[in-house]
């Protein structure tokens, strides 16, 4: 069984989640990361896909909210509030090996979305995700180190997407642990109007 997002009251069947890391300058610098010269992709499988915020999955998790995108027919046609779920402990250890990140990144119900909407100005677009009723991340296309569309140029280089495809942008500054029955609220607006809002109460 496929795991589906919704736009427009269609279905889609997403083959796979594209992600971008380190495309932020804050967020880059409070892992103590390194500025990349080219986008940092990693993808996510179906089964990553899910409606639940867990905030434990072998090991705590920390929440990272980003723009994501759907692809649809040559383009990103929608957009959606999506967090990124993250094994930081287990990340931190694999990238002092050298190691793929996959197994911190990739696993069960590790990408959650909001229903995606139809936007107008791609370069206008941000979010906000408020933590039981406190903002912990803000951010949008105006800060990112690579914008959507040369993103979507670049992955399209060396990966074929596919219709129902989710390609998500990076994370601001703000990261942080998930806590248990806690409420999580993600926006994305353009200017200043929002176009979608989620709400989760993390397990």
């Given at each position: 069984?496929?795991?589906?997002?919704?736009?427009?009251?269609?279905?889609?069947?997403?083959?796979?989640?594209?992600?971008?890391?380190?495309?932020?300058?804050?967020?880059?610098?409070?892992?103590?990361?390194?500025?990349?010269?080219?986008?940092?992709?990693?993808?996510?499988?179906?089964?990553?896909?899910?409606?639940?915020?867990?905030?434990?999955?072998?090991?705590?998790?920390?929440?990272?909210?980003?723009?994501?995108?759907?692809?649809?027919?040559?383009?990103?046609?929608?957009?959606?509030?999506?967090?990124?779920?993250?094994?930081?402990?287990?990340?931190?250890?694999?990238?002092?090996?050298?190691?793929?990140?996959?197994?911190?990144?990739?696993?069960?119900?590790?990408?959650?979305?909001?229903?995606?909407?139809?936007?107008?100005?791609?370069?206008?677009?941000?979010?906000?995700?408020?933590?039981?009723?406190?903002?912990?991340?803000?951010?949008?296309?105006?800060?990112?180190?690579?914008?959507p569309e040369a993103l979507l140029t670049d992955i399209s280089s060396f990966i074929d997407l596919v219709d129902g495809?989710?390609?998500?942008?990076?994370?601001?500054?703000?990261?942080?642990?998930?806590?248990?029955r806690t409420y999580y609220v993600g926006k994305v607006l353009e200017n200043d109007k929002v176009l979608i809002e989620k709400t989760w109460l993390s397990n």
């Amino acid at each position: 069984m496929h795991n589906t997002i919704n736009f427009l009251g269609r279905l889609y069947y997403p083959s796979k989640v594209v992600c971008v890391g380190r495309n932020y300058v804050e967020h880059i610098k409070e892992l103590n990361n390194q500025v990349p010269e080219q986008p940092v992709i990693f993808i996510k499988p179906n089964s990553s896909i899910s409606d639940v915020l867990n905030s434990f999955h072998q090991e705590p998790l920390h929440y990272e909210g980003e723009l994501a995108f759907l692809y649809l027919e040559g383009r990103f046609a929608a957009v959606a509030f999506g967090l990124d779920l993250t094994k930081r402990a287990l990340q931190s250890e694999l990238k002092s090996k050298g190691l793929p990140w996959e197994r911190a990144k990739s696993f069960n119900e590790s990408a959650l979305f909001s229903d995606f909407v139809s936007f107008d100005d791609i370069s206008a677009l941000s979010l906000s995700l408020d933590v039981n009723g406190e903002t912990r991340q803000q951010g949008g296309v105006d800060l990112m180190l690579c914008c959507p569309e040369a993103l979507l140029t670049d992955i399209s280089s060396f990966i074929d997407l596919v219709d129902g495809d989710i390609v998500m942008t990076g994370t601001p500054a703000g990261v942080g642990v998930v806590d248990a029955r806690t409420y999580y609220v993600g926006k994305v607006l353009e200017n200043d109007k929002v176009l979608i809002e989620k709400t989760w109460l993390s397990n």
